[in-house]
């Protein structure tokens, strides 16, 4: 009944920009909200880090790592974020998963998308 579609995963230079974008979707009728869309990153080993998330009132979160370097943004009327990642670094390379804090009202739950490859090259 949600749907979360990513988009914009590639190859991308060391020190080079790239955009990542993800459309949260309910089924007509279901009353869901999303109260906070995100990222979280599969690196290369077992670490799955939050990277950014942001909340209904536009309020963010960015893990230590990417502060400074990546934007965050939120259309609430179209439930679509989009994460500006710039000065790209080799070990931000990994499967960017896109995830929503759904609220229901018979109770909250976490949705995740399918996740998208990026990989930065030195």
């Known amino acids: 009944q949600v749907q979360l579609v990513e988009s914009g995963g590639g190859l991308v230079q060391a020190g080079g920009s790239h955009r990542l974008s993800c459309a949260a979707s309910?089924?007509?009728?279901?009353?869901?909200?999303?109260?906070?869309l995100g990222w979280h990153r599969q690196g290369q080993g077992i670490e799955f880090d939050l990277v950014a998330e942001?909340?209904?009132?536009?309020?963010?979160n960015y893990t230590a790592a990417v502060k400074g370097r990546f934007t965050f943004s939120r259309d609430n009327a179209k439930n679509t974020v989009t994460l500006e990642m710039n000065n790209l670094k080799p070990e931000d390379t990994g499967v960017y998963h896109c995830?929503?804090?759904?609220?229901?009202?018979?109770?909250?739950?976490?949705?995740w998308g399918q996740g998208t490859q990026v990989t930065v090259f030195a």
């Open positions: 995830f929503a804090e759904v609220w229901s009202g018979s109770g909250d739950f976490r949705a």
């Open positions: 309910a089924a007509a009728g279901s009353g869901f909200r999303f109260h906070v």
């Open positions: 942001i909340d209904s009132s536009g309020q963010t």
